[in-house]
């Protein structure tokens, strides 16, 4: 009955692919498969480390970038947004200047994934910087800053659904 099961993170993706899935789910290797190909583990599990670990990433790719007053870990934001992660920008007036402060929320089950997978979502929030919509020049600068943004994003999509299996 595997054929069946709703598989909601890949939505969009052929149907071929997707039988291809369905079948690692049927025999029971979809979680080893991706665990093989993505072992590595990271030590990024507080906030400060986080924001650290964001801003190399930041300041080797994205130098005129504007600065970030907070990142952090958000155990909500999965949940709540059905979100990965964010960027905002909060404006405030100082005195006759208007200030944005900018900031990106990772959602704290990346505090558990494999390194590759919190470098993808880093990634991805930190081309909105730049690149407000998912346009051609937003994947741009995510393969720049990642080439291989794509794939990381589609086992991503693999891992959370091994997840939600598990």
Same mark, same amino acid.
């Given at each position: ?6 598989l ?7 149907? @071929? ?8 789910? @049927? ?8 665990? =093989? ?6 030590e ?10 964001v ?14 007053? #907070? ?22 007036? +100082?005195?006759? =200047? ?6 990106? =929320?990772?959602a704290?089950?990346? #505090? +558990? ?13 930190? @081309?909105?910087? #730049?690149? =407000?919509?998912?346009? #051609? ?30």
């Amino acid at each position: 009955m595997t054929s069946d099961l709703p598989l909601p993170y890949l939505r969009g993706y052929p149907p @071929a692919l997707l039988v291809q899935v369905r079948e690692l789910i @049927a025999a029971g290797r979809l979680a080893d498969t991706l665990a =093989r190909r993505h072992s590595e583990a990271h030590e990024v599990r507080t906030d400060r480390a986080l924001y650290d670990y964001v801003n190399e990433l930041k300041s080797s790719h994205m130098r005129s970038a504007p600065p970030l007053a #907070k990142v952090a870990y958000d155990a909500k934001l999965h949940i709540v947004r059905n979100a990965l992660g964010t960027h905002s920008a909060v404006s405030r007036v +100082q005195g006759s =200047r208007l200030k944005a402060k900018r900031e990106i =929320r990772v959602a704290a089950l990346f #505090k +558990q994934a494999p390194a590759d997978f919190l470098r993808m979502i880093v990634v991805h929030e930190l @081309a909105h910087l #730049k690149e =407000r919509e998912h346009g #051609k020049a937003f994947y741009a600068l995510c393969l720049h800053m990642e080439p291989d943004y794509h794939q990381l994003e589609f086992d991503l999509r693999l891992w959370l659904t091994a997840q939600e299996l598990a």
